[in-house]
């Protein structure tokens, strides 16, 4: 069963330009959270889909923004970059059943490292 | 007040030794899970274990327990007999509220860099 794929694992971009990263979540995975790693600030929530719906949102401002697919794939886009949005990307599936109590951990995918110059 | 406190930086273990990685959390949920994740130089974030609120036997996954103390609002990983490969980050987070109403957020400690001696 294959596991999360983040694409690309590594890009470089300039400050004011745009960028789009994709996470293939495990297959018969519904929900996808993002994930920004960054020294100074550890791991921070960015948002998270399910059923091609945001249904949590962290404290990040406008410029970044996500997108689900129908086979639950999903893009994350951050707008008009800045230096600060250097930092690995990840992104994590789960099951997320819903109406039951039980655990579903989630899984990661290896991440995407974005430099900004 | 932070979510999830990891209060060792770092920490140097011997191999073959046992190794107790500390967490405490706050939250006024009754409801809440509480994660372990082990996170190579790769990057990918590895799961390890979890612990249910309403779990009362403490969380074994192979050479990983995890001592859950809910009054104290501990819940320490415990590595049996270490491994040169289990030198890595280890983060603690938490999920809270009822699963069963959507909640996928995970709050991150800042994490344990474990290094393993031979």
């Known amino acids: 069963k294959a596991g999360v794929t983040q694409t690309p694992r590594y890009l470089i971009k300039t400050r004011g330009q745009q960028v789009t990263l994709s996470c293939s979540p495990i297959s018969g995975h519904r929900s996808v959270s993002w994930y920004q790693q960054t020294p100074g600030q550890g791991l921070q929530f960015l948002f998270e889909?399910?059923?091609?719906?945001?249904?949590n949102k962290g404290n990040f401002p406008g410029r970044f923004s996500g997108r689900q697919f129908s086979n639950s794939r999903s893009e994350m886009n951050v707008s008009t970059l800045e230096l600060g949005d250097s930092a690995l990307y990840l992104c994590?599936?789960?099951?997320?059943?819903?109406?039951?109590?039980?655990?579903?951990?989630?899984?990661f995918g290896q991440g995407t490292r974005l430099t900004v110059v | 007040a932070q979510k999830i406190t990891q209060t060792q930086p770092g920490m140097f273990v011997q191999e073959k030794e046992a190794v107790t990685l500390d967490c405490t959390y706050d939250?006024?949920?009754?409801?809440?899970?509480l994660f372990w994740y082990k996170q190579p130089s790769s990057g990918e974030m590895i799961f390890l274990i979890y612990?249910?609120?309403?779990?009362?036997q403490n969380a074994t996954e192979g050479r990983y327990s995890l001592n859950f103390q809910k009054a104290r609002k501990s819940a320490n990983l415990v590595i049996s007999a270490s491994q040169l490969g289990d030198s890595a980050m280890y983060f603690c987070?938490?999920?809270?509220?009822?699963?069963?109403?959507?909640?996928?957020?995970?709050?991150f400690g800042t994490g344990t860099r474990l290094t393993i001696i031979p």
């Open positions: 889909y399910f059923s091609e719906t945001q249904r």
């Open positions: 612990q249910g609120s309403y779990d009362q």
């Open positions: 939250t006024s949920d009754p409801s809440y899970g």
């Open positions: 987070a938490m999920r809270e509220g009822p699963l069963a109403f959507g909640n996928e957020k995970l709050t």
């Open positions: 994590a599936s789960s099951l997320a059943r819903k109406g039951k109590e039980i655990n579903t951990e989630a899984f």
